[in-house]
């Protein structure tokens, strides 16, 4: 009787021990859970900020005005708008006001015939010194000009992805990467289209968006044109031709960046 009972002692505490072990195994599972919902929230969070728009950051910021910098070549100074006040950088400057709700100081540096190599590169302490909150990066039309040869196309790489990392490096603003210009069927358009190329892998790479171009004048003829109008804002670019954007190419370039800005 004695070993009955010793038995059946023996088997309550097997029992007793089992229930422990399964209430502890519950009790983990569930902590378990606890954390994976507590940490779920962050990892849609950081997934947000990055689905997060450039438009949007840009609004978030805390200081009422806000520095537009245009880097680039004869696109940027304004060829051949009808007026300075309506070249493209001026417009996307105006939308990003009526967006921001912000006063938009336009700076930037931008010279006739330059190129990323002989003006992107040489200029950046001079940008970096404007202290912008958004760049547009416009270099690659002239560096085309002598074709798409393996030296031109990696000169070109180097130098824009030294101006892309830099500028990520020593600066907060939003960057915009954009590709070359050239009238439909234009002398240098298959050269062009090797460098929008390297644009893009650029812009990939670094996580830049880019602005094709390439949509606005590629089988478009109405964007560039017609040669012989004197604009007195560029007087001493001389008459418009038949290369650069006219003002309905302005206009699009400038819809263009207001459409990247807020993807």
Same mark, same amino acid.
């Given at each position: ?131 912008? %909150? !958004?760049? $547009? @990066?416009?270099?690659?039309?002239? =560096?085309?000009? &002598?074709? +798409? ?62 602005? %094709? !171009?390439? $949509? @606005?004048?590629?089988?478009?003829? =109405?964007?560039? &044109?017609? +040669? ?36």
């Amino acid at each position: 009787m004695k070993k009955f009972w010793l038995g059946f002692g023996l088997l309550l505490l097997i029992l007793a021990a089992g229930c422990e072990v399964q209430h502890k195994a519950a009790k983990s599972s569930s902590s378990a859970a606890s954390l994976r919902s507590r940490k779920s929230p962050s990892s849609r969070s950081s997934a947000a900020i990055k689905q997060t728009s450039m438009l949007a950051r840009l609004k978030a910021k805390s200081q009422t005005t806000l520095v537009y910098a245009p880097f680039g070549d004869s696109l940027s100074v304004g060829l051949f708008a009808d007026s300075k006040t309506s070249r493209f950088t001026t417009l996307f400057a105006d939308q990003l006001h009526h967006l921001t709700d912000k006063t938009v100081t336009e700076e930037g540096i931008a010279e006739v015939g330059k190129t990323a190599t002989n003006l992107g590169v040489p200029a950046l302490p001079a940008l970096i010194a404007q202290h912008p %909150d !958004l760049i $547009t @990066i416009e270099f690659g039309t002239n =560096d085309a000009v &002598g074709g +798409a040869t393996p030296t031109a196309l990696a000169d070109y790489r180097q130098a824009l992805t030294t101006i892309v990392a830099t500028l990520q490096k020593q600066t907060t603003a939003e960057l915009i990467l954009m590709t070359t210009w050239s009238p439909n069927h234009g002398p240098y358009a298959a050269a062009d289209l090797q460098f929008d190329a390297v644009v893009k892998q650029i812009g990939q790479t670094y996580h830049v968006p880019v602005a %094709d !171009l390439a $949509t @606005i004048w590629q089988n478009h003829d =109405d964007v560039t &044109g017609p +040669a012989g109008t004197a604009i007195t804002d560029f007087a001493g670019n001389g008459p418009r031709d038949t290369f650069h954007p006219n003002q309905r190419g302005h206009d699009q370039i400038a819809a263009l960046l207001k459409k990247t800005l807020e993807e």
